[in-house]
């Protein structure tokens, strides 16, 4: 399995030491070149330094563990390998027990290094090729740097992938692979995956795929709908927005749902419908200013022009240099009759965008109106 992380991976061989010994453990190896060298732990040799006792075997098989799971083509494998074989009993199962140990203490390195050297000697085992995912993506989770992040959620979905070389079904590497594309927004891979996980996972995995799935297919209807919105048909956008049920779904979704179903029913001029929507978006995200100003047109055409106030008030709080909500301030100000205030806000207006059609126009309005009341 070709890995990504090698060369982060390679400085952990500082752990060790190479000594050219001669020990009863040594026997497993055979005909060995002149130049061969035994990897050692430094601290098991400091430890031997204050005791009487040699390497045991074990120290001496963990130790060629790490070096092959640190370097996988270390020029001595062969002969690396013949030793562990000979020297212990599955040595695949030692190096993962080892693994395990490490994760237990959070060494995220450790583990995966002991977690390689346990697919190297049996790359049919696929229960350290799942383990070597799923530390991956925590180390992933929990790494400040974003290019290691990066590089070890590559390295997980490569190991993932070797566990359905060995079992297409297998649930669980499914899931991950399934969370996987959607991080990278490969949607249909993403739907593959998660869709096995449903059919073979236990009940708590089929639950977290199904909520997952229902995501998915509401994200797909809701692309295709703004593509709709885009072009003006706003009928076709109204009834696949309507069939996407958005409860159950995670928020920013949800809001983006609500707030494409409010701005449908606003082009189509269903005002009180479009406010009854834009509402719920507001119960998720209050901060909006696109979704406040929306909601002040759809009370403006209702006549309420109070309310119209309210909302454009609050979205040129988060958006205070906006020239379009002034201008749209100012009109509410001179249904409500307050010419004083229409001009304040007209002015403001005027000096973000001197050129603006749409500002001149309501400037002479504005003017009208005050025409009108002096005639008056």
């Not at 995501?215 to 069939?243: G, R």
């Not at 001029?269 to 995200?285: D, H, M, T």
Request: contains cysteine.
């Amino acid at each position: 399995m070709k890995s990504s992380i090698d060369q982060y991976l390679i400085d952990l061989t500082d752990q060790l030491a190479f000594l050219n010994i001669e020990d009863e453990a040594l026997v497993g190896f055979e005909n060995t070149p002149p130049d061969f060298v035994i990897p050692i732990f430094a601290l098991d040799i400091k430890k031997m330094a204050q005791t009487s006792d040699g390497f045991s075997t074990s120290q001496i098989a963990s130790a060629i563990l790490f070096l092959l799971g640190v370097d996988k083509d270390f020029r001595f494998k062969q002969e690396y390998l013949v030793f562990l074989k000979n020297a212990i009993d599955r040595p695949e199962s030692f190096a993962a027990e080892l693994g395990m140990q490490k994760y237990d203490k959070k060494s995220y390195k450790e583990a995966l290094v002991y977690l390689r050297a346990a697919m190297l000697i049996d790359p049919e085992q696929k229960y350290p090729l799942f383990n070597y995912g799923q530390i991956a993506l925590e180390f992933a989770r929990d790494t400040k740097s974003k290019r290691l992040a990066e590089d070890l959620t590559a390295e997980a979905a490569i190991a993932f992938e070797a566990v359905l070389a060995l079992d297409e079904k297998e649930p669980m590497a499914n899931f991950q692979l399934g969370l996987i594309a959607l991080e990278d927004r490969e949607l249909d891979k993403a739907t593959k995956h998660l869709e096995i996980a449903n059919l073979y996972g236990d009940e708590e995995l089929k639950e977290k795929s199904k909520i997952l799935l229902m995501e998915l297919d509401a994200e797909s209807k809701l692309i295709e709908a703004e593509l709709l919105i885009e072009e003006q048909q706003y009928e076709q956008a109204s009834e696949i927005l309507e069939s996407i049920d958005e409860k159950g779904i995670y928020l920013t979704l949800r809001f983006q749902i609500l707030f494409a179903k409010g701005f449908v029913l606003k082009a189509l001029g269903q005002f009180e419908e479009a406010i009854e929507k834009y509402s719920a978006a507001l119960e998720i995200n209050n901060q909006e200013p696109l979704l406040l100003a929306d909601l002040g047109v759809c009370f403006a055409y209702l006549g309420d022009f109070e309310q119209s106030l309210e909302f454009y008030l609050a979205a040129l709080e988060i958006e205070k240099d906006s020239a379009p909500l002034l201008n749209n301030i100012a009109i509410i100000y001179l249904n409500l009759k307050n010419i004083p205030k229409a001009k304040e806000y007209i002015a403001m207006a005027k000096e973000l965008a001197m050129d603006d059609e749409i500002i001149d126009s309501t400037i002479l309005k504005i003017r009208k109106m005050e025409e009108q009341q002096w005639m008056s």
